[in-house]
């Protein structure tokens, strides 16, 4: 359903991006950040889903600083292999990729980020380093816990697994005490990754009820903004002007020229020795008359 396009990152580096766009208008635009299994076929998959519900998405290849176009299955094999990258990952790099997908659909219309695994913990720092995000989903990032003391700018999801055994529940009560504003689900008896479908620890019920609540969480977000922007625009311009007119000309500066203009002039036709003579040959002819 997708394609491959081409993305370049704010140091110059170009990655490669899997994109694809919805069959009709677009509610928003959502860059999902891959685990460490890369833009694999679960990636593209989730891609897919979210552009049926009418976002149009970009997963950004975030590994291909180390190995371009790596992706992988599932396997202990692959699973070992992959492990590998975890030691070599360049937070600051990887915010740089993430900010370059975010970017290029931010020209066509708000944007959210929703990550997992190690994507999970890029979405919070997304949220907490780059503006203009309408949201942040993160489904069990491991690393949330090392940057929670940074505010999240935009309205923040975090999803965990009960029996994760790479993400203590002390980790998620930290990640709960240092950032209240933050939306926290936790589900019962859900290890780690239990929203991939292709992983011996999917949980079919915490990723039904973790996606529902995803689709929700976006929603509301794109909403209230639809709504911001609708009311800012519903203020009519002619008010705008009215408000200006009043500010440049008060009231008594108007008056006061009203009252200027419809003065009467001072006949200054004669010249001033004429206008002396006329006015002593009045008084004269006054006297005689008494």
């Known amino acids: 359903m997708g394609t491959k396009v081409s993305l370049t990152a704010a140091d110059g580096f170009k990655l490669s991006a899997y994109r694809v766009d919805p069959a009709g208008p677009a509610r928003g635009g ?7 299994f890369g833009v694999n076929r679960h990636i593209r998959s989730v891609c897919d889903r979210l552009a049926a519900a009418g976002y149009r998405v970009m997963a950004p290849q ?3 600083r180390l190995q371009p176009n790596f992706e992988s299955g599932y396997s202990d094999e692959e699973v070992a292999k992959a492990r590998q990258f975890i030691s070599r990952i360049d937070w600051a790099k990887m915010m740089l990729d993430a900010s370059a997908a975010v970017d290029v659909l931010k020209r066509e219309g708000p944007v959210a980020i929703i990550g997992f695994c190690m994507g999970g913990t ?3 720092m997304a949220a907490t380093r780059l503006g203009g995000l309408t949201a942040a989903v993160g489904f069990y990032g491991g690393q949330v ?3 929670a003391d940074n505010k999240p700018r935009c309205p923040t999801q975090l999803h965990f697994g009960e029996k994760d055994a790479s993400i203590p529940l002390s980790d998620v009560e930290t990640i709960r005490i240092k950032r209240p504003e933050c939306e926290i689900h936790i589900y019962p008896g859900a290890g780690h990754g239990f929203y991939c479908d292709e992983r ?3 949980d079919s019920t915490s990723a039904k009820f973790a996606w529902q609540r995803t689709m929700t969480f976006l929603s509301n977000a794109f909403g209230a903004l639809k709504q911001k922007t609708s009311a800012v625009a519903a203020i009519p311009p002619q008010a705008v002007k ?7 000309q008060p009231k008594e500066t108007r008056k006061t020229v009203n009252r200027k203009a419809t003065r009467k002039p001072k006949n200054k036709s004669k010249p001033r020795a004429a206008r002396k003579k006329a006015k002593t040959s009045d008084t004269k002819k006054s006297h005689r008359r008494r």
């Open 200 to 202: 011996k620890s999917y």
């Open 62 to 64: 975030v590994f291909d």
């Open 30 to 36: 959502v860059v999902i950040i891959q685990e460490i």
């Open 242 to 248: 009215m408000e200006e007119k009043s500010v440049s």
């Open 122 to 124: 890029v979405a919070f």
């Open 145 to 147: 816990v090392r940057f």
